[in-house]
C-alpha cells in the first residue's frame, strides 16, 4: 500500500467501501429481532429472543430443514457448474472464430449472440416457457439448466472474444511447427495462455446464474427450488427487509464468492501478468 498513489488508496477505498459498505446492513440485519428507525443497531438481537420462542428464527430457520435453504443451495451450485461448462463448450471455439477469422455476415453473427442481452429477460422467459412447454421439458433442472445458457453464454461469449483477440497466435504456430498436435498446442500453450479468460468468463457465468429468477420461475415451474427462487418468494410481499431474507440474500453470494477463492488460490501471480505459468 505504500507504493500506491493518493489517488490509488482512494480508488481502492473507494471500491472496497462500494462492495463491502452494502454487506454491513444487510449481516445487521441477519443477526437483528427488532430493527427499526431511527436505531443505528437492533434494539432486539436474535439471539435475545431465541430461547423464549418456539419457532426458529434467522440463521436457526435458515438452517433448519424446514426452509429448504440446503437442497436449494445445492440445486443452485449444480445449475450453475453445469451452465458453466456447458457454455464453455459452447462459447470456446464461437469466440475464437469470432476473434480470429473473417467471413461474410459476421456482423450479424455478434447480433445473434448479444440478442440476448438485448431482449427483456420477460420476453425470453414467456418465449422459452412457450417452447419447452411443447416439447414437456418443463419443470425440471435439465429446462432450467438449458434456459440459463441463453443470458450466460452472450457474456461468456464477450469475454473470452476478448481474449482470443489479445493471443499470440505466433506461439501457437510454433508449436505446430515443432511437431505438435492440435490437441497438444491446444492443452499446453493455448489453454495455458486464455486460462484467466476462461476462470473470468466462467466466475461471470456462475454470478449470473445463481442470480437468475425468471428464467428459473417460470421454465422450472416453481419445482426446482434454487436460493434465487427462495429469496423472491421471501421479499415478494415488500416492506422491511426481514432477517431470514437478509440472512439468504448472504447465501446467494455464497458459491460466486467461494468460486472467485479457488480461482485465486488455483491461479498463481505469473498467470494473471503474462498469460503462462512460468514455474
Not at 90 to 112: H, N, R
Not at 143 to 170: Q, S
Amino acid at each position: 500500500m505504500r507504493s500506491l498513489s493518493k489517488l490509488q488508496r482512494v480508488a481502492i477505498l473507494f471500491l472496497l467501501t462500494g462492495i463491502i459498505g452494502p454487506l454491513g446492513p444487510l449481516i445487521v440485519a441477519s443477526l437483528a429481532f427488532r430493527w427499526g428507525w431511527p436505531d443505528l443497531l437492533p434494539s432486539i438481537w436474535w439471539w435475545e429472543k431465541r430461547e423464549a420462542l418456539t419457532m426458529p428464527l434467522a440463521w436457526d430457520y435458515i438452517f433448519d430443514p424446514v426452509s429448504r435453504v440446503g437442497p436449494a443451495l445445492q440445486n443452485t451450485v449444480l445449475i450453475a457448474l453445469a451452465v458453466t461448462l456447458l457454455a464453455l463448450f459452447i462459447s470456446l471455439p464461437a469466440a475464437k472464430v469470432l476473434a480470429t477469422q473473417k467471413f461474410k455476415g459476421k456482423s450479424l453473427f455478434e447480433l445473434f449472440f448479444a440478442a440476448p442481452l438485448i431482449v427483456p429477460e420477460m420476453a425470453v422467459s414467456l418465449g422459452m416457457l412457450l417452447v419447452f412447454l411443447q416439447f414437456g421439458l418443463q419443470g425440471n433442472m435439465g429446462a432450467i439448466i438449458l434456459a440459463h445458457l441463453v443470458p450466460v453464454i452472450p457474456y461468456m461469449i464477450r469475454v473470452l472474444t476478448v481474449i482470443y483477440g489479445e493471443l499470440d497466435k505466433g506461439m501457437l504456430d510454433q508449436a505446430a511447427l515443432l511437431g505438435a498436435s492440435r490437441f497438444q498446442v491446444f492443452r499446453h500453450v493455448e489453454f495455458p495462455l486464455i486460462l484467466p479468460g476462461v476462470l473470468a468468463a466462467a466466475l461471470f457465468s456462475i454470478l449470473i446464474s445463481t442470480n437468475i429468477f425468471l428464467l428459473t420461475f417460470y421454465v422450472g415451474q416453481g419445482q426446482v427450488d434454487t436460493l434465487a427462487t427462495l429469496l423472491f418468494s421471501k421479499i415478494r410481499g415488500g416492506g422491511a427487509l426481514d432477517p431470514v431474507s437478509a440472512g439468504l440474500t448472504l447465501v446467494i453470494i455464497l458459491p460466486g464468492l467461494l468460486f472467485l477463492v479457488i480461482t485465486h488460490r488455483t491461479l498463481k501471480e505469473e498467470v494473471f501478468s503474462s498469460g503462462i505459468n512460468k514455474s
